[in-house]
């Protein structure tokens, strides 16, 4: 059972930044494929970066050139920089891993951003 714990979710102004951290229960090294999705209040959970083999990457188009999937597999960390960030960003933020055919869900951070 891998577990998935997401931090760094908050409130922040139009314009401004953050960065969520995905902590992974086990090592990350072998896993390619992991991502970053999100559900606004009364929409569906939607994807937002995807990290796969290769270390090749998906944005959805309304975060391209926005926001940044990393990861650091030596603290096991799925990371998420966003920048610039709108109010339409507002939402739940889930990170997620596919290991040996199986997907894991984290239990999701929010991200409000508001003046």
């Known amino acids: 059972q891998v577990q998935l714990v997401e931090s760094g979710g908050g409130l922040v102004q139009p314009g401004g930044s953050l960065r969520l951290s995905c902590a992974v229960s086990?090592?990350?090294?072998?896993?390619?494929?992991m991502g970053w999705y999100r559900q606004a209040p009364g929409k569906q959970r939607e994807l937002v970066a995807a990290?796969?083999?290769?270390?090749?990457?998906n944005y959805a188009d309304s975060v391209k050139g926005r926001f940044t999937i990393s990861r650091d597999n030596a603290k096991n960390t799925l990371l998420l920089q966003m920048n610039t960030l709108k109010p339409e960003d507002t939402a739940a933020y889930y990170c997620?891993?596919?290991?040996?055919?199986?997907?894991?869900w984290g239990q999701g951070t929010q991200v409000t951003v508001s003046s």
């Open positions: 997620t891993v596919r290991r040996l055919g199986r997907r894991y």
């Open positions: 086990e090592s990350i090294f072998s896993i390619n494929d």
């Open positions: 990290l796969l083999s290769g270390n090749s990457t």
